[in-house]
C-alpha cells in the first residue's frame, strides 16, 4: 500500500531549526514530485515547499522561503523540510503529499510547535 511517514517534528524555540522526513514505500517514489503542506489551528491548509520527482526544481511558499529547504533521496525514497529560523507562525501539522494518478496521498502529519 502507498504509505508516506511523516517524523521530525517537536518544540523548537524561535529562531530554531528541525528537518522533517517523509519516508515513502508502496510506490515507485521516484517517479512523483513531493510536497510539503502544513495546516495550524483554525487554517487552511497551506502548500510550503514542492520538489520535481528528480530533485531538479523546487518552489517555495513566500512565507518560508530562504528559511525553509526542500530535498529528497531517491534511493532513500525519503524526502526532508529542513527548515531554519523557526518563527511561532510557523506552527503547525507538517504533511507530505504525492500526487499518484490523480488522488493525493498523504503522510499522518508532524507536530512542529515553535515557542513564543
Known amino acids: 500500500q502507498v504509505q508516506l511517514v511523516e517524523s521530525g517534528g517537536g518544540l523548537v524555540q524561535p529562531g530554531g531549526s528541525l528537518r522533517l522526513s517523509c519516508v515513502a514505500s508502496?510506490?515507485?517514489?521516484?517517479?512523483?514530485?513531493l510536497n510539503w503542506y502544513r495546516q495550524a489551528p483554525g487554517k487552511e491548509r497551506e502548500l510550503v515547499a514542492s520538489i520535481t520527482s528528480d530533485g531538479g526544481s523546487t518552489n517555495y511558499a513566500d512565507s518560508v522561503k530562504g528559511r525553509f529547504t526542500i530535498s529528497r533521496d531517491n534511493v532513500k525514497k525519503t524526502g526532508y523540510l529542513q527548515m531554519n529560523w523557526l518563527k511561532p507562525e510557523d506552527t503547525a501539522v507538517y504533511y507530505c503529499n504525492v500526487v499518484r494518478n490523480l488522488r493525493n496521498y498523504w503522510g499522518q502529519g508532524t507536530q512542529v510547535t515553535v515557542s513564543s
Open positions: 508502496g510506490f515507485a517514489f521516484s517517479y512523483y514530485d
